[in-house]
């Protein structure tokens, strides 16, 4: 385990200097569901897209990578609300997402040591240049 | 070998609607390096980052993801130029950021099936909104 290093590119802070949190994460993507995952994200509910929108998550991106024989998926969104923890826990809350999980959470595989209740794990950000 | 599906949310174009193309790459990270990345990358030389900005890649974010027992770097960032191959083009010309490589590439260990003469592998996106 390696010490985290701050500095001029790798700010302490949680929020950047416009404001906006950067999160990176990743979880297994189950290969034999790998076409209905994608199908599904091609064409994201629009009840999903709008709880995101509403929630002030925004530039989200999913990228599918081949590590080692297996896929995973790592995403990239940016948060620009001002209540991280009360936009999060709209989600579990929204009819629509739950039903949209019901269909996504079988495609992936958690990593081992993702926290109870979370689905993605959550990466350490090293370098930020604006 | 899961073919790409697009749609409202899986653009088919690789600039996106804003103008900007966004990329994902990844590299395994030397975990007896570790701290010497991280060091570095807390406080990236300015002539490095000037380059990166002069050839107009912008939000460049790297994060550490520990996978399987390994450590992988994912990164993301967004460019907002118009030259793309022009732009890349400019970095193995520069002084300064082939002292920056003679740092940072130890660091790495290319994945198996990145391109000659490329050192992350570029990832497909699956899904985007803005």
Known sequence: MSEAIYGSTNPKEAVDKDGIQRF?????????KEAY????????????????????????NIFVAPIAGKKYLFSFFEYIGTDLEGDMGKFPQDEETLRWWKETDPCQKRLPGTPEGEQWFGLERVFFQA
């Open 24 to 32: 990176g994460s990743v979880i297994e993507l189950d290969t034999e």
């Open 37 to 60: 995952y994608r199908e599904l994200h091609a064409n994201v509910w629009e009840g999903v897209q709008a709880k995101i929108h509403e929630c002030n998550m925004r530039n989200y």
